[in-house]
């Protein structure tokens, strides 16, 4: 079973999800929901990770995302074949459209919103055929309203 980490107080990545083989078949090419950015907090960072080689299937794709845009955070990182290769901040909130990231040094947090909004993430290709394999997904979100005394 996968599980969530939140390691917000020692200002590490603050939501990390690692998802075994099972994990990854299980949750086929749809949509999952991993965790939440609260409302008024927002993400500065986000990484996708083979951690573990995937074997079985060479065509898997993942995104990471929130709300129902799966590729927010992560765009089509190339789960099978990055060789071991993490990719931060590759999703569309973050790159411009010339393929740059907004920010060329220190942090700009994105998808701040009013309300709560889901951390999803979804895979492509043939997932059912996995045999082996991980994948680390992770974000650092900021939460500002935490401090709040109301």
Known sequence: MSKLTVNEANGDFTHVLRLSTQDIIDSSTNQTIWGSIPAGGAVDVAFAVESVALAGATDITLE?????????????FDADGNNGATA????????????????????KPIESSASAVNLIYKFGGTVANLTAGEIIIGVRVFDPMRFSQG
Do not use: E, H, K, W
């Open 88 to 107: 931060y901040n590759t999703g569309t909130s973050f790159v411009q459209g010339a393929g740059n990231t907004t920010i060329a040094g220190g942090s």
């Open 64 to 76: 990471v995302g929130t709300g129902t845009d799966d590729d927010t955070l992560i765009d089509s």
